[in-house]
């Protein structure tokens, strides 16, 4: 069995025109190969995805009433408890959940998009899917597991719940303009007609094509593709889909299709790569920050936001402990978009619907600190150098009128710069002080800024970390 590879290369090319037209040489029709009539989002979505630069990324479902990892302890359960796990649903209930407290929330962390799960691994989906499960594993049968009929939707919409939490989601952002991102797994560990991929755990090993079983492939295909036409034809306006794993090698003509529907029904959404290859429009480094600045480190061919789980687990953490702290954070949103990336920490709520309040005051200090340097964050793009020795990081403006040079440490009385050149009369100013700066320039040693005695205070500094200085006309030296 082959399995897709993620590491072709975007392109922007034509739209494709339709989902059942003649496909390519097998040899030729792989995740990889770009089909020359396919078109990427536009040149504009890469640029207002690149406005973003910090966003909120959200694990949620059955799994969160555990305090565990999403979906993934699932895999190394007994036969009953995995019984026990799919059953769980049926008490699902989080009465604490309100869509808007979470906008405002987001709000005040200064966030300008999340991701959310609509379905993880699990299968469980908190959306009002009208697809249906037809086959599952009775995990507790007598002689072993087995898979058995059963009608059903295995979603939020059977839980005491009973309410779309996708629906509220996306009605709030869009009445507070926050980008949406729906996150959607390819893989399905409740559905025993997904059951010909290798990670799932009722893996059938003859189910190396569709004509093993051609009912349940058909079923599997159909019910995959209308998931994701539900999440992009009933929210309105979704910028983004965060795809994850991939189904086998062999399901690609049909996994295709789909990804040719979704840009069909909505034409500038941004796909992340997985699991569709060359057709994804970014990537997303998961727990790691690329070395260098822009897309040149190996493992990123193609737009990037990282996403880093703040406690160690992607789902709700019981631990306050567990919570990296608010300067881990900001240091990190710093260095990642001075190398031109986007950033996403990633936590989950609890089974009612709260996030850990630890979790809430490191971001709450993130967000008081976009408020005064924002400016230097967001709509940036890279400079010609992303950092000066260990402790400074550059920005610069859209129109390239400034450039945003940020000292992870207090400079002390100068702030020398080497890397660059101002013309005669250029502003320096520091953000959230009012008062222009002196400064001089020397041939050797560059730019020297002069900084106040009054801000040697810490106390009256604009704020506690990572202090912004805004360049007017800077050039590379």
């Known amino acids: 069995m082959t399995r897709i590879k993620?590491?072709?290369?975007?392109?922007?090319?034509?739209?494709?025109?339709?989902?059942?037209?003649?496909?390519?040489?097998?040899?030729?029709?792989?995740?990889?190969?770009?089909?020359?009539?396919?078109?990427?989002?536009?040149?504009?979505?890469?640029?207002?995805?690149?406005?973003?630069?910090?966003?909120?990324?959200?694990?949620?479902?059955?799994?969160?009433?555990?305090?565990?990892?999403?979906?993934?302890?699932?895999?190394?359960?007994?036969?009953?408890?995995r019984a026990e796990y799919n059953q769980s649903y049926r008490t699902f209930n989080p009465t604490d959940f309100d869509a808007e407290k979470w906008m405002q929330l987001f709000e005040r962390c200064g966030f300008k998009c999340f991701a959310f799960t609509t379905k993880h691994h699990d299968g469980f989906s908190l959306f009002d899917t009208h697809t249906r499960v037809r086959q599952r594993i009775d995990w507790t049968a007598p002689g072993g597991p087995r898979v058995e009929d059963c009608d059903l939707a295995y979603s939020v919409m059977e839980t005491p719940f009973k309410r779309d939490i996708v629906k509220e989601l996306c009605e709030a952002a869009h009445r507070h303009q926050?980008?949406?991102?729906?996150?959607?797994?390819?893989?399905?560990?409740?559905?025993a007609d997904f059951r010909m991929d290798p990670i799932h755990p009722f893996y059938d090993r003859q189910f190396t094509s569709r004509s093993h079983a051609p009912e349940a492939y058909d079923r599997m295909a159909r019910r995959h593709r209308e998931q994701i036409r539900e999440i992009l034809s009933n929210y309105g306006r979704i910028d983004m889909v965060c795809l994850d794993i991939e189904l086998p090698g062999f399901c690609w003509p049909q996994v295709k299709e789909t990804v040719l529907m979704a840009r069909q029904l909505q034409p500038e959404v941004l796909m992340r790569e997985?699991?569709?290859?060359?057709?994804?429009?970014?990537?997303?480094?998961?727990?790691?920050?690329?070395?260098?600045?822009?897309?040149t480190d190996k493992r990123v061919d193609r737009p990037?936001?990282?996403?880093?789980?703040?406690?160690?687990?992607?789902?709700?953490?019981?631990?306050?402990?567990?919570?990296?702290?608010?300067?881990?954070?900001?240091?990190?949103?710093?260095?990642?978009?001075?190398?031109?990336?986007?950033?996403?920490?990633?936590?989950?709520?609890?089974?009612?619907?709260?996030?850990?309040?630890?979790?809430?005051?490191?971001?709450?200090?993130?967000?008081?600190?976009?408020?005064?340097?924002?400016?230097?964050?967001?709509?940036?793009?890279?400079?010609?150098?992303y950092k000066e020795g260990d402790h400074i990081r550059f920005t610069r403006a859209q129109d390239g009128r400034c450039v945003y040079a940020i000292a992870l440490q207090w400079p002390g009385k100068q702030l020398v710069l080497a890397s660059l050149q101002v013309p005669e009369g250029a502003r320096i100013t520091l953000l959230g002080s009012a008062s222009l700066l002196r400064w001089t320039q020397n041939r050797d040693t560059g730019l020297t800024?002069?900084?106040?005695?009054?801000?040697?205070?810490?106390?009256?500094?604009?704020?506690?970390?990572?202090?912004?200085?805004?360049?007017?006309?800077?050039?590379?030296?």
């Not at 390519?24 to 207002?48: C, F, I, M, V, W």
């Not at 997985?274 to 897309?295: K, L, Q």
């Not at 800024?449 to 030296?477: M, S």
């Open 6 to 81: 993620l590491n072709g290369l975007a392109v922007l090319a034509p739209l494709a025109v339709c989902l059942a037209g003649a496909q390519p040489k097998a040899a030729q029709d792989d995740a990889n190969t770009l089909d020359p009539a396919y078109r990427h989002a536009s040149g504009q979505a890469y640029e207002n995805w690149r406005d973003l630069k910090y966003g909120l990324r959200i694990h949620w479902g059955v799994y969160s009433r555990l305090g565990v990892e999403a979906s993934w302890p699932f895999k190394t359960m007994s036969n009953a408890q």
């Open 178 to 191: 926050i980008v949406i991102d729906l996150y959607f797994s390819h893989i399905d560990w409740y559905d």
């Open 274 to 295: 997985r699991g569709i290859g060359a057709y994804g429009d970014y990537t997303t480094p998961e727990n790691w920050v690329p070395t260098s600045a822009g897309m």
């Open 304 to 385: 990037w936001m990282v996403i880093h789980t703040l406690s160690g687990q992607f789902a709700y953490d019981p631990k306050g402990s567990a919570y990296k702290s608010g300067a881990w954070i900001l240091t990190n949103l710093i260095d990642i978009c001075a190398k031109g990336g986007n950033f996403m920490p990633s936590i989950g709520p609890d089974e009612k619907g709260n996030f850990h309040p630890q979790a809430i005051a490191h971001l709450l200090y993130v967000g008081d600190w976009l408020k005064v340097n924002g400016e230097a964050i967001y709509k940036t793009r890279p400079w010609a150098r």
């Open 449 to 477: 800024i002069e900084i106040p005695q009054a801000l040697q205070a810490a106390e009256n500094r604009p704020c506690q970390q990572a202090w912004v200085f805004r360049i007017e006309g800077a050039q590379p030296r």
